[in-house]
């Protein structure tokens, strides 16, 4: 049976295990934007989430062997995928300015342009919610990501980031009360209540 994207994780590991090198592009091919939109949503540039994905995906190649398959292949990925932002955002503390901001890198890119004002006002307040995931800590930057947009539980949560579930509900709480403030002083009170 020829492998593909709709084809079993575990199909293509095992090809890929027994020297089918092809099989790695595969997974590639299958993961590679939610890997890269993950690490995107937590750090700044393009290119840096470029590299971070680029980075993920080679030590999976590397890792891809000690692979138990006790969680699906994208936890795996995922859980890389945060800890190589997380450890990118601590290294470039510094520069952790958007010029871009990521929801404009995606709307120029594909938005008709004769948007409707609600559809405006819906882009305006995406970026004023990206923005002020800038301004979190780290750790409440991943936990609210993997909250808010992947809706993922507080015990997924804690699988990922090696951490107590009652830690991260704090780490939530005080990360959306952030974001709530500097929502409301920009004027969008209610925006994510």
């Known amino acids: 049976m020829e492998l593909n994207i709709q ?8 090809s890929f295990l027994d020297g089918n090198n092809s099989a ?4 590639v091919l299958k993961y590679q934007k939610r890997v890269y939109w993950t690490i ?25 062997k000690d692979f138990r398959g006790e969680s699906m292949l994208f936890t795996y990925l995922y859980k890389m995928a945060i ?12 520069k952790m300015t958007r010029e871009v901001p990521i929801d404009n890198e995606f ?11 609600n559809e405006m006002e819906i882009t305006r307040k995406n970026k004023l919610i990206a923005d002020a995931i800038l ?16 809706d993922m539980t507080y015990e997924e949560i804690a699988a990922v980031l090696n951490k107590s579930v009652g830690g991260l509900k704090a ?10 403030a500097f929502l409301k002083e920009k004027k969008l009170k209610g925006f994510i209540d």
């Open 171 to 180: 780490n939530y709480f005080h990360a959306f009360k952030k974001i709530q």
């Open 24 to 27: 790695f592009n595969i997974i």
């Open 7 to 14: 084809s079993e994780d575990k199909e293509i590991i095992d």
């Open 135 to 150: 301004v979190l800590p780290d750790q409440q930057r991943a936990v609210f990501n993997m909250r808010f947009y992947d």
């Open 107 to 117: 709307t120029d890119k594909y938005s008709d342009k004769s948007e409707s004002d």
């Open 40 to 64: 995107r949503k937590m750090v700044v540039d393009h290119d840096d989430a470029d590299d971070i994905t680029q980075e993920v995906f080679i030590k999976l190649h590397s890792s891809l």
């Open 83 to 94: 800890n190589y932002s997380l450890n990118h955002i601590k290294k470039n503390k510094n």
